[in-house]
């Protein structure tokens, strides 16, 4: 198995992630890897104003305030606090494969429920990400609170 040095864990803004953060968090102390987590955020939804014109629902930057503070909940309740995370706007699968490319990560960390089978181990993102991605890909079983 290669030493892992840069890792980059992937995460949803669902509850999920937690999961993911606290596996990740042994694999980077057992690598002594360097690590960042990333969300990728949806940009905002837009809706008619008051004057008839269409404007966002919530601002970029109030929508990335609001998941950075959910993230670094998460963070700090996976023993991740030490840790750079970042919330950056775009495609999930292109943002994660290109930022894993441009900071030389080894590894990326994502979830997989798994609970439907093999065929559907890998939701769409993860699937995507493993295909398109210049480096291994580690899928963190997510346990379900109920067995599906
Ligand atoms: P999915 O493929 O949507 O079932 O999600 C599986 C895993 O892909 C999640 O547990 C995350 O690791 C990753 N992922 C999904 N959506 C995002 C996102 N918006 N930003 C970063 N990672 C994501």
């Given at each position: ?7 980059l ?5 669902s509850d ?8 990740a968090?042994?694999i980077?102390?057992m ?16 809706a008619y104003?008051p004057?008839g014109?269409?404007v966002p629902l ?5 929508i990335?305030?609001?998941l950075?503070?959910r993230?670094n ?6 023993g ?14 292109d ?11 080894d ?6 429920h798994g609970r ?7 939701g769409?993102t ?8 210049g480096c291994?890909?580690?899928a963190v ?8």
């Open positions: 198995m290669p030493a892992y040095n840069k890792i864990i992937a995460v949803d803004s999920e992630a937690i999961g993911v953060l606290k596996q968090a042994e980077i102390e690598y002594k890897a360097e690590a960042e987590v990333l969300h990728v955020a949806q940009s905002p939804t837009m104003g004057w014109e269409y919530l601002h970029e930057d109030q990335q305030e609001r950075e503070e993230l909940e998460r963070m700090v309740d996976a991740l606090a030490h840790i750079p995370s970042k919330v950056v706007f775009g495609l999930p699968v943002t994660v494969v290109r930022k894993a490319n441009e900071g030389n990560v590894l990326i960390i994502v979830g997989s439907h089978g093999i065929r559907l181990l890998l769409s993860a699937n995507g990400i493993l295909h398109h991605a291994d890909v580690l079983r997510i346990r379900e609170t109920i067995d599906g």
